[in-house]
Structure formats: C-alpha cells, structure tokens
C-alpha cells in the first residue's frame, strides 16, 4: 500500500505541471484511469477488461479474472460529473446527487452494468474523481439509495488514501471491504493477512519436466483428444453412463438432492416431464420424435443443471442410440457457449448451419445449380410470366432476369437455408435435426429469444430441434417470460456418477495413450506418455480405494461432470501431489495410492507455491470482514443452517433470506457480515441463490459448500494453507503466524491457529449457532500431534523445493 501511495504522489506531480485544457474521454482514461486502476490500486493489467459488452452496452472497465470483481465507468475529465472539493468521503448517494444532479444518469448506467454481470460493486471516475458503491445489494436496500465512496480530487484520494485502498484495491474489493464501509459499519476492517507480508506471494511452485508433461498430456487426452473426429464414436461407446444415478458421496441431504434434478418443475406449471433417459435406454417417445422429424411441431426441451452432460447426451443419442434411424440424417450444431458474444442470433444461427452443411455434408446451398433445384417452382413460374416472351427470342436478355430472378430468392440467407433444407427433406427424403446447445450458459433474456427462435424452427423447418435449458430458467420462462405460451415437450437428464464417469474417461485416456497413432501432430515429443499412463492409473485407483478421496472430487466438483475433469487436470499439473514418486512406487511395487492431503493440497494449490483465493477452487471459510474475530465461524454457520434447514412450502431445498439474516443476527452479528459472507459464499458456489423471483431472496447450499463447512474446515492440510490467507485479530497470534518451510513449522503454525480460532468461538460455544467448531478444533490439534509424533519416531524432517520469488 505504500508503494501505490508514492504513485499517488506522483501523478498529483505530474498533473500540477500539466496544462488545464479538458482532456476527451479516451485521452482521460489513457492519461488519468488506467493510470489509478492499475498502477495505483493494483490491478493486473491481464485482470483489466476494457469495453466489454453488457447487456444493451459496453461497460468501460470490467477488473477481474478468472472471475469478475468491479465495474467502472468513465467519463471525460472535468465533464459529465463535477464534484465540489467539500463532498463527504462517505454519504448517501442522495447526497452525491444532490452535489451534482449529472452523477446519478452515470451512476445508474454503471448499476445497470453491474446488474447485467451480477457484480456486487460499480464505481463512476472522471480521471479525478471517484465514487464508489454497492450496485447489487440483497438487504433490501436499492442500490441508488445506500451509501457511496466519494473521492473529489487526488487530494482527497491522498488524504483518505486507507479508505481508497480498502475499498477499490484488488486485495480490497477481493476481500469486500467496501460492503463493511457502505452499510453502516462501526467496525474496523480486520488486519492484514500473513500472505501480504510475504515476498512474491503466492509464488509458482518448482515444476519439472515431468509435471509440466502431465498438464499438457492431461489436457490432451482427457479433454482435447475426445472431441476429434476420429475417435468421437469410440469415446461416446467407451464413456457414455447408461443411465444417471445419484451422488453416494454427497455432502447435502440426499432428500434435497433428488429435489434438485426429479422435483425440477413446479406442480402448478401443468407441464408433463420424462426422463431422457431410463434403465431401459432411450424412451420410445424421444426416439418416435426424432425418427418422425418431419412431424416434430414444437422443440424438445432438454432439462438439466450445468456440466450434468446434456451434451454428451445428445451426441451419443444422435450417434449412437439414434444412428440407424438417422443414417441419411443431417444434423445442424450450434453450440451457444462458447461466443463471446450474440448480438443477433438468427443470422448467426444460419450462418452456423450453412457452414455445417457445406463442411459435414458438401452441401453449398449457395451453389447455382443446387439453388436452380430449390426455386424450380418459382423459375418455372417466372418463364411463365411476362419475361418469357423473351426465352426464345432473346435467351441472352431472358438469362439476366432469371438469374436476377433467382439471386433475389436466395438474399435472404436464413429463409434460403430454410427452404434449402425443406427440399432435401422433401425431394432427397433426408431427415433434419437442429441441436441449440448450451443454451443453459446464456442469460435467462438470451434463452427466452432461443425459444423464440427454436419455436420457429420447429414449426417452419422439416426436422426436430433440441434445445438445452436449465430447471431454474424453464421455471421461470414457464411462469412469467416466454415459455407461459407454450406447452412444450420437456426431458430430463440426470447427472451422471461422478466417480463412475471418471472411471470411464481415465481408462479411455490410457488406451488412446498405449496407442502410438492417438498423438496429435506435434505432440509426438512429449517423451512421458508412458509415465501419465502410470500415474492415471494411480489416481483411478486411489479414488476407486479412497472413499475420502471419491468424497472429494465429487463434491468439489459439484456434480459437475464438466468440473470434474477441470479438477483432474488440475491434479495432473500440480506438484504437490508429488507425481514422480507415486510413479517410482508403482514400479517398485505395483501398488500405491496418493494421500489425501497430497491430494487436497494439489486441488487447493494447483500450481501456486501457496493458497491463492483468486485462483483456489476451495474457498477459505475463515475469511472475515471485520475485526470480529467471530466472523471466521459466520460463513459455517450459513452454512450449516442452509444445509439443515429448508422452509415449509418453499421448493428444492431453499431457505429465505431473511430467515439466514434473522438466525445470524440472533448470534450477534451485523446485517454487513451476513450480507458479506453471502457475497462470498455466492461467489464461491458454496451456496446458490434461486432466480426464480428476479432478484434473490432463497438460497441453498451447494454440495461444493457442504462438504467444505463439514469435511474440510476440520482438516489439517485445509486449516494450515488457509492460516496465510486469514486476518488474524489477535495480536499476539497474529505475530507467530508466518510464512513456513519444513514441517514442524507448519505444524506449529496449524496448532496456534486452531488454538486462535478456539479462542474466537468461546463467545459463540454456548449459543445456537447450528455449526459446532469444537470437534474440529479438536481433530486439527489431534492430526498436528500424530505428525509431530511421527516426526520425532523417524526423526526426518521432509523439507519443500526452495521457493521462487514471484508469481
């Protein structure tokens, strides 16, 4: 922080020597606002998303990534907005607006923005100026009427440097500061972390060739290598589950988790639901509507939360279950995701479409001759007509104007593709199936136009469409949106068996690895094929041995199959699971299994040298707002109340929001904490909030956050990598926790900082809290003993590669 105020310094410098004409907007945010975001507050410049698309607009700055944190719009220096030196560092926004009546037009833009991302905070800036404010606020509060953080000139921004510094920071906005300084917080922020003392943190860990040859083999056969053609077939044989199956390992209440994937429509929507599929296989009516795709009126709905494999699904039914009856098929695949952005969808749908054709079945629409086919009704009737009299006396005139004739058919690309594909049903006899995948991933407003357009398609083209939606955004649409007009039909696709589905894609991995000819070009030089085979191996057997390690992935995962195989990759890649060893004991011996805590620290790490919660997958619960040392146990026993509790009459496991603030606020905490450990817990996908209502007000734990507040806050390896990354707000704790190298170190630091949050808990041991911190306490300080004691039997002390400084 000192070395961004000595920035500070030295931009007032310059701009007290620069001359005062008015600098335009690109000149303010090139001069003045990068300038302040990034060399001051600290924002990596790869973390700085400029003009990025938001709704019906651009937003100027988007800070963040992997996830984003804050927007910020800008406007032009000494324009727009002006407020006078004499503004409050802290006010109602009412009062802001008072000052200058222009700064709530910005305001709300930079609101609407945010709203559009679900980002909790938006800030407006002139160069000189800044205000700051919560834009998404689940208290009750509209945003415009809370609280704002006004910086009037670089003066103020040097005076109220902290302030500055807390709220709009990398390190401030990741830990919401802001939140605690804009809802009527009398407390102060809590300390430092350990890990912002620390040189170079998080710091890259030592990574060999072999590591670096199993992130890039990983990646390569359990990711990349299944979408080739050549193999696709053998992958959906190989990989595909039969039938969906509950999670044995998961961390909610197995009664909620049928809730979510059986319960997923409301009784009063009057909506018929099928399983997509049965122990028996593909139902008869799916298929019937697939074979008889020239009857198909209304699209199929597929059901089903991100990641459960509603994909994989349809390419194994069109494939696979579905391949005699759809041998001369054409099938058209947009997948919806993965563009960055869909300004006008039914162009780029037809556009996708024409390319599929034209690629996959050497159909070129647009070919004169195959167009002359299509129109040759409307030619015939176009000699017929008044040109005619020229088809015989002047066929080089008559030739012009039909070849006009049928360049104006053909101009309207989306209805030529559908008339296109209306002859090769009809004249060639080939049935169409239109796949709109992913839709899940777009905004609810983008999926209801989807619908809209897969409507239409279903009814004015000859094939059967497929669209992906999830259970929330049908109940929603079906309710209030686009969906209230239809009656759709509508299949569900349950999620696979986590374990079993990584079974499956391991095994396959390893037989394209023992095939030579499963190498892409250029990936022939990777020389330890046969060393990723060995450790796959390792790692399949050790969650197949491991009900611990099986707990693990699938719960993290979420019950994501797409998850799941991000965290094996991130497996593969790290270097604290220690993957030369685990190979050398299988050829010793045959035989050996990773540890969990290896295994933990390999998921939580990644390749960081220590916990980094903005690139961790695992959220450190004990993270805090305030100097309350209570805070830490605040997220627990969210959720722990979220996870043991659901209201009557309320659907699939959610609780109210005022339910969670009433119970927290009974134990003694402020409306801010609550509200911030929420934020954070959304963030984490620890819990999830129902969009069913517009803005959220029901929420739920998710098997991510369960497991974390059950299994892993009792952890040894978990307690001691979050240790760096939570304020301690005890002094003389605070100055034992540190950075650590061997063993005995870290094991010390694990048992002060359990015994530090024993102590944070007293206060709340007596009450009803819901969450109990004493057992785990306990466990912590009893697995610390055990290493210890191990320690002092073989008297060696197992030391890390020295560290690099940086990231």
């Known amino acids: ?143 415009l009427r809370g609280k704002g953080l006004a910086f009037p000139s670089f003066e103020a921004m040097r005076e109220g440097f902290t302030d500055l510094w807390n709220g709009l920071s990398r390190p401030g906005v990741e830990s919401r500061r802001l939140s605690a300084m804009l809802t009527g917080d009398a407390s102060n922020p809590p300390p430092p972390k350990v890990s912002t003392l620390i040189p170079g943190y998080p710091g890259q860990a030592r990574i060999d060739s072999l590591v670096t040859d199993l992130r890039m083999l990983g990646e390569l056969f359990l990711v990349d290598l299944v979408e080739h053609p050549s193999i696709t077939d053998d992958f959906l044989r190989e990989c595909y589950l039969d039938s969906g199956a509950l999670s044995q390992y998961a961390a909610v209440g197995r009664q909620i988790l049928q809730s979510r994937y059986s319960d997923v429509l409301s009784e009063d929507l009057h909506v018929q639901i099928a ?103 409307e ?77 239409t398609l279903a009814k004015s083209w000859p094939g059967t469409v497929f669209v992906a939606l999830r259970p929330d955004t049908f109940n929603r649409s079906k309710r209030s949106g686009t969906l209230a007009a239809y009656q ?47 450790y796959l191996e390792v790692i399949r057997l050790s969650i197949r041995r491991s009900r611990a390690l099986a707990e693990l992935i ?34 010793k011996r045959r035989y050996y299994s990773v540890p969990f805590h290896q295994f933990l620290r390999a998921l939580m790490l990644g390749d960081r040298e220590r916990y980094d919660p903005a690139a961790s997958r695992v959220t450190n619960l004990f993270d805090i707002s305030s100097d309350d040392g209570r805070e830490h146990f605040l997220l627990p026993i969210i959720l722990s109340l979220l996870r043991r509790i659901a209201e009557p009459g309320v659907r699939q496991g959610f609780v109210p929001a005022q339910r969670i603030y009433a119970h927290c606020q009974n134990l003694g905490f402020r409306p801010e904490q609550v509200t911030w450990q929420i934020e954070r817990g959304l963030a984490g996908e620890l819990i999830e909030a129902s969009p069913l209502d517009g803005t959220p007000e029901l929420y739920r734990a998710t098997s991510i956050g369960s497991y974390t507040e059950q299994r892993l806050i009792g952890n040894l390896t978990y307690v001691d990598e979050v240790s760096i990354d939570t304020p301690v707000t005890d002094g003389q704790t605070r100055a034992v926790i540190q950075d650590a190298e061997f063993t005995s170190e870290r094991m010390q630091r694990a048992d002060r900082f359990a015994r530090y949050l024993d102590t944070q808990w007293r206060p709340l041991g007596e009450l009803d809290a819901g969450f109990d911190w004493a057992p785990h306490g306990v466990s912590v300080r009893k697995a610390v003993e055990e290493v210890e004691a191990r320690l002092r039997t073989t008297g060696f002390e197992p030391t890390k590669p020295k560290r690099r400084q940086g990231r």
Request: hydrophobic share 45%; proline share 6%.
């Open 379 to 455: 030619l015939d009737d176009f000699r017929r007509g008044a040109w005619g009299a020229l088809a015989e006396s002047h066929p080089n005139d008559f030739l012009v104007k039909e070849v006009e004739h049928l360049a104006k058919l053909m101009d309207d690309r989306p209805a030529h593709l559908r008339r296109s594909l209306a002859f090769l049903a009809g004249v060639r006899e080939r049935r169409v199936v239109v796949i709109l995948d992913n839709v899940d991933q777009r905004p609810a407003p983008i999926q209801d136009r989807i619908f809209l357009i897969a409507e």
């Open 488 to 534: 759709p039909r509508v299949f569900a696709v349950a999620p696979p068996r986590i374990d079993r589905m990584l079974e499956k894609r391991i095994a396959f991995a390893q037989r394209q690895i023992s095939k030579q000819e499963a190498l892409p070009a250029g990936a022939d030089g990777l020389s330890n094929t046969e060393a990723l085979h060995k």
């Open 1 to 143: 922080m000192e070395r961004a105020l000595q920035r500070l310094e030295k931009l007032i410098a310059q701009e007290a020597q620069r001359d005062s004409e008015d600098r335009n907007e690109a000149a303010t945010r090139l001069d003045l606002i990068d300038g302040l975001l990034m060399d001051i507050l600290g924002w990596p410049r790869d973390e700085v998303r400029p003009e990025e698309r938001a709704g019906d607009g651009w937003a100027d700055y988007v800070l963040g990534r992997p996830q984003r944190q804050l927007v910020v719009e800008a406007k032009r220096e000494g324009q727009t907005f002006d407020l006078p030196p004499e503004t409050p560092r802290i006010a109602p926004l009412s009062t802001l607006f008072r000052l200058d009546p222009t700064l709530k037009t910005v305001a709300n833009q930079a609101r609407q923005y945010a709203s559009d991302f679900g980002l909790p905070y938006a800030a407006v800036t002139n160069g000189r100026q800044i205000v700051a404010f919560l834009a998404n606020r689940i208290d009750g509060v509209e945003p």
């Open 275 to 377: 399983p997509a599929r049965t122990r028996k296989g593909i139902p008869d009516e799916l298929l019937s509507d697939v074979a008889a795709a020239s009857l198909s009126t209304r699209p199929i709905i597929l059901l089903g939360y991100v990641g459960v494999g509603k994909t994989m699904f349809l390419r194994h039914l069109i494939r696979i279950e579905a391949r005699a009856v759809l041998a001369n098929a054409i099938v058209l695949y947009a997948d919806l995701g993965k563009e960055p952005a869909l300004e006008k969808l039914e162009p780029f749908i037809a556009e996708r479409f024409i390319a599929d054709l034209a690629r996959d079945y050497r159909l070129r629409i647009f070919d004169r001759d195959f167009a002359r086919r299509v129109y040759q009704r």
């Open 554 to 587: 699938d719960n993290l995962s979420g019950q994501n199959a797409r998850r799941a195989i991000e965290l094996m990759t991130t497996l593969l890649g790290s270097p604290h699971a220690r993957p030369a060893h685990a190979i050398t004991q299988v050829r």
